[in-house]
């Protein structure tokens, strides 16, 4: 099947050169791990603000919205607090290496009937009966073995599609040893507006950070036999049209990350015309294909496989509700190795659920192209 979600996808797996020398002298650094340092950037220096559209952008230091419902579900606990003097937010420090690919995945999701995309492979489902404002979902990361020249991630996204051209955004967790120089499970971000580059995280100009406390790209401490979630929120500024990620979780209540202004996006004016969530993954030059979720196809119990839950969407009037109450349309490419299944459950600790979605498989070498 061929997918234009795969354009975006393979955008989210091409290579971006960025570069490496940091203008401003950081406040202050951490060294979370062995490879991964942040340093402290004065907020109004953030390499983010250097985009060309983002020339007369003024700064929003928090969303306007109050009225939202955050949900809890995030049970990460981050082992390396990172804290930036007040006026300063963490930037990922770049390596050289680290920095050579950057762009990865979208357009198989936004228009499904275009270009295929060569070991690209999907399973997730999406809404298309927008305008959307926002998108939230537990989102399930867990250590999986995938070889340097492969990917796989879990996400929930929102775009917009008119003729060959996209407007998305995506966030969760991912596993991309070519990007990160590691195998680690890494929180991300992407966006892909009216520039039509697309990028992640802050390896090029476009997002904006403004938590001193939550990067958006982040290696997230897995248990090695417990699955994490995280609950990213993606949603659009009532009062200013930006994009704002935030974290939703015990440890982090209203997290708010940051935000992509709506000077980068031509599609998005009216809200985004899908949202959905999946799993993408991407096959090695030679044909090898990753697994993705925990590797198990969702033919078990719920528990078994990977699962998406308690997904809410906010409408064009920004009222919140579960998935269920859209229409949802099914994306999978390559039964054999990836499917999807869908669940109801009605209550799970308190919260109602509505739909959840199980996915994953295990890839392999026989998973097409
Ligand atoms: C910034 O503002 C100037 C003056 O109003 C305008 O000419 C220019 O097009 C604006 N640039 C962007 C990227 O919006
Ligand atoms: C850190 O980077 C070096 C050089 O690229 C690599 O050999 C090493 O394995 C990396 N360490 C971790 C923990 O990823
Ligand atoms: C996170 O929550 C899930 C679902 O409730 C649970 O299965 C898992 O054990 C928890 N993980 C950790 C690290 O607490």
């Not at 958006?216 to 930006?242: A, C, M, W, Y």
Request: charged residues 20%; proline residues 7%; contains cysteine.
């Amino acid at each position: 099947m061929a997918l234009v979600i795969m354009n975006v996808l393979l955008l989210l797996f091409s290579v971006v050169l960025v570069r490496s020398d940091q203008t401003t002298t950081p406040l202050k650094s951490f060294k979370i791990g062995e490879n991964v340092t942040y340093d402290c950037i004065n907020i109004y220096k953030q390499p983010g603000l250097d985009h060309p559209l983002l020339k007369n952008h003024t700064i929003q230091m928090k969303p306007s919205r109050s009225e939202l419902n955050s949900q809890t579900g995030n049970n990460i606990t981050q082992k390396n607090k990172i804290k930036c003097p007040d006026g300063t937010i963490p930037v990922l420090k770049n390596t050289k290496d680290f920095l050579t690919s950057s762009n990865l995945f979208p357009e198989n999701y936004v228009h499904p009937q275009s270009v295929d995309s060569p070991g690209t492979h999907i399973a997730g489902v999406r809404s298309h009966a927008g305008p959307y404002r926002g998108i939230q979902a537990w989102v399930y990361g867990v250590d999986l073995k995938i070889e340097k020249d492969q990917a796989s991630y879990s996400q929930i996204y929102l775009g917009s599609g008119v003729n060959n051209k996209i407007n998305y955004i995506s966030a969760g967790f991912m596993i991309n040893p070519g990007l990160f120089g590691d195998g680690r499970v890494w929180s991300y971000g992407f966006w892909k507006g009216k520039d039509e580059k697309g990028c992640y995280n802050t390896a090029c100009s476009g997002f904006v950070q403004v938590s001193q406390t939550i990067p958006i790209v982040q290696p997230i401490d897995i248990s090695p036999t417990e699955p994490s979630f995280l609950r990213p929120f993606i949603h659009q500024d009532k009062d200013t049209g930006n994009w704002w990620l935030t974290r939703l979780g015990p440890d982090e209540p209203n997290g708010d990350v940051g935000y992509w202004p709506k000077e980068l996006f031509n599609l998005f004016d009216n809200g985004a015309s899908m949202v959905g969530v999946g799993g993408v993954v991407k096959a090695s030059p030679s044909g090898s294909s990753p697994p993705m979720g925990n590797g198990k196809l969702p033919d078990g119990g719920r528990r078994t496989s990977a699962i998406f839950a308690n997904i809410d969407v906010l409408n064009s009037n920004y009222k919140q509700s579960k998935i269920s109450y859209f229409p949802i349309e099914i994306l999978v490419d390559s039964p054999r190795c990836y499917g999807l299944r869908v669940g109801t459950v009605k209550w799970y600790r308190r919260t109602r659920l509505g739909y959840f979605f199980n996915y994953g498989g295990p890839g392999g070498n026989s998973c097409g192209v």
